[in-house]
């Protein structure tokens, strides 16, 4: 089997007033299954633009070149629909400020069971709400929360405030901690 992910001479780019700033040229990169690759360089060298590239959430300026194969599809000819299978199931982006990433009005609960929800749509799974509690409630013993049927219950400030960074950190990794390495 080939390998996970294939990024092949990748091109991106950002139109802007000044003209087009290029960001990344010519990147090859090759990520096999369970394999844990981690991308180094100085703040504005392009790091976040390749995640975005990969999750194709790259803001609507962006130009875009190259292949990305992840098993063999190449995620820059897919459809925007085709894609939304793609993202959630199998490809994630953990986004680098956690604390903007959950909404303070809303439980964690409601929060971690729309996650559980999008994923079991997206992977043509029927919904079901008792499902979606379970996973959350896995999700958080996962990570060794203590009384996570209590944590459902908070909202994200409660949480923030009771704990360090971290565990708003851990709270969002749960949409990410699922991808299959198998
Ligand atoms: N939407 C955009 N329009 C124009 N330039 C952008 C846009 N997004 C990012 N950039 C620029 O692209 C470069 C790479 O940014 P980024 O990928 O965020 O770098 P890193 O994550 O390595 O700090 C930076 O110079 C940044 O200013
Ligand atoms: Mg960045």
């Not at 089997?1 to 007033?17: E, F, K, N």
């Not at 875009?64 to 897919?78: C, P, R, T, Y």
């Not at 929800?117 to 008792?130: A, N, P």
Request: glycine share 10%; hydrophobic share 40%.
């Amino acid at each position: 089997m080939g390998m996970l992910l294939s990024i092949r001479d990748l091109y991106v780019g950002y139109r802007t007033v000044m003209g087009t700033l290029h960001v990344l040229d010519d990147v090859n990169l090759d990520i096999d299954r369970g394999e844990i690759v981690g991308v180094v360089g100085e703040s504005g060298s392009g790091k976040s633009t390749l995640g975005q590239a990969i999750a194709r959430v790259l803001p609507g300026n962006a130009v875009v070149s190259g292949k990305i194969m992840v098993d063999g599809v190449n995620l820059l000819e897919l459809s925007e629909k085709e894609m939304e299978k793609y993202r959630g199931t199998t490809v994630f982006m953990v986004l680098q400020n956690p604390f903007t990433s959950l909404n303070p009005v809303k439980t964690v609960g409601y929060q971690l069971m729309e996650a559980a929800r999008i994923r079991m749509e997206r992977s043509g799974e029927k919904y079901s709400e008792d499902r979606a509690y379970e996973m959350a409630i896995q999700a958080l013993k996962d990570l060794r929360f203590p009384d996570p049927e209590i944590i459902m219950l908070r909202s994200a400030p409660t949480l923030r405030w009771s704990d360090s960074e971290g565990c708003a950190c851990n709270v969002v990794n749960i949409e990410a901690k699922d991808i299959d390495c198998g």
